[in-house]
Structure formats: C-alpha cells, structure tokens
C-alpha cells in the first residue's frame, strides 16, 4: 500500500508517522524535540530515514513535513522555539522521495478541513505548548501578506500583562497556552502580579506542584484546588476575549480547538462558549467546537502536504 512519511515538528515532540491517502494513521511514533536549531534539523532528518525504510506492506512514496514559526513551501524562515532562520527543505531530509514542507498550524487546519470539523468560514485554534490559529475564509487557508496570519497566540489580551516568549507583553500565549497554564500553576502566580514567569508574589510562600502539566492545572480545578481554578479561569477567560475580537473582526460560522489542551473538554468548551457569548452583545457568538481529530490534526495535516507532493 502507498503512504506517505508524516513528520510533525513541535516544541516539546516530533510526531511521526505513515499516513494513507485516507487519513489513515498506519504507523505513529513520538519522539522528544532536542533542543538547539541544529539538533532538531539532525533530529527531524534521522525521523524521516527511519520512517521512511521499507516496511511489509507499504511504500512511502513522499515526504510532508510540517513546522512552526514562519514557513514558505522552500524554507523553513523562522521558528522562535527552535532559533532557526531560512532553512531549506533540503536540510531536513536526504531521502530520495519528493518533500514537502509547510506550516504546522496551517497544515492542521487543513487536515481538519479534509477529515474533521470543516466549514467555509472556520478558525482552527490548536492549543497546545503555545496558540496559533489556521485561518479559513470563503473555504481557503488565509496566509496573509507575509505568511504571518493566524498568530492570534500573540494579540494582546491584557495591557501592559504578563511577559510573553515573543517580545510582546500580554498576549493571549502568555495567558491560555498549555506551557503558561502549566508555569502559572507551578509559580503560584496568578493575575499580573507576577512578570517574567519570575517565581511566586511577595508574601505567597506556597509553591504547588512542580510537575504539573496543564492537564493536571484541569484536573486540580475540577477537585477544587483553587489556585488552579483561577489559573484556568484566567485562561479561560484570555481565550474568550481574543476570541470576541476574532469573531467581531471575521465572522466565523464556528471555532474548532484543538492541541493538547482541548482534551479538557466541557471543562474548556462550556465555560468558553458561556463567557464569550457574554462579550458579544449584538450578534450571536460562533460555534465553539473541539476538534474531532484532537492531537492527530497536525500528522494528518504534514500527511497531507506529503500527499500533495506525491500527486
Ligand atoms: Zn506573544
């Protein structure tokens, strides 16, 4: 059977996988993203030689690769996380099957759009180590003028707010990302009081849980930890403000969340569509969904980008 190498760069995993024309995932394997640009472009190569060896059954006949930060179908130009800058799609690979490179989020949506949730006017909002959103207008993925569109992670949801990896202060990142609902949590910062991610507020000697991970911040809330209600809260509450001026800004028919923190579920979906249909007082809120795909959106997508090379 044909399939295609999937390859998916994230911050903290590099998905990889075998993909059928279908979508059908039919070999998955994770592996820990190093850290430093030229190991992750090591890293990344030696994934797609491994997954791309012969196997009983199927024949990869093409490559997707999908990263973060800013993406051409040539080069991989930026990606903060990573500290890379114009690397070619060449680097990645020196497996003789024809490669295609695209932007994680962008690629996701697209795989949502071709398996899970669709529609013509659609934010997909992966929320995982950080937010960033696929924009799709009248049916097709919105770009924009320099391939930066979508970064609703980095608006600004509070003035002057908590300190952002980006440069920026206050950004929606810095509020509801799976890393800051995590880091919060473990700072026992909760609100502005605390900056730079610089540790617990003057006079809160209580440090919670350094171990835990935004699913647990999900978890403790539910149990009544209050420390973690508020930092979810919090985040809840940035998530609904980005997304009101999203909605009054473009329309949309409805916002899929995806990533790792829309595993929660109810306990993200029913206070987020109750607070921010309360933000919107002349129109009726979108449809706020989670994305049927949940964390395979982002294989599927490079599985995707790796089918358009093969055809
Ligand atoms: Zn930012």
Redesign the pocket.
Known sequence: MDCVVAVDVGGTTIKGGLVARDGTILHFERRDTPRGADRVIAAISAFVADLSRPRPGLRPVAVGLAVPGLVTPTHAVFAAAFGWRDVPVSSFTDVDLPVALGHDVRSAGEAELAYGAGGDDVLFLPIGTGIAGAVVLSGSLYGGAGGWAGQI??TPVRPDGLA?????RG????YASGGAIAARYRSGAVGDAVRNGSGAAAGDAVRHDSGATARDVVRLAAEGDVRAAEVWSSAVDALALALATYTLLLDPARIVIGGGVSLAGDALLVPLRERLAGRLAFRRPPEVVASSLGVDAGLLGAGLLGWRSAS
């Open positions: 992670g980095h952002c990896g980006c440069g920026q950004c929606l990142a810095a």
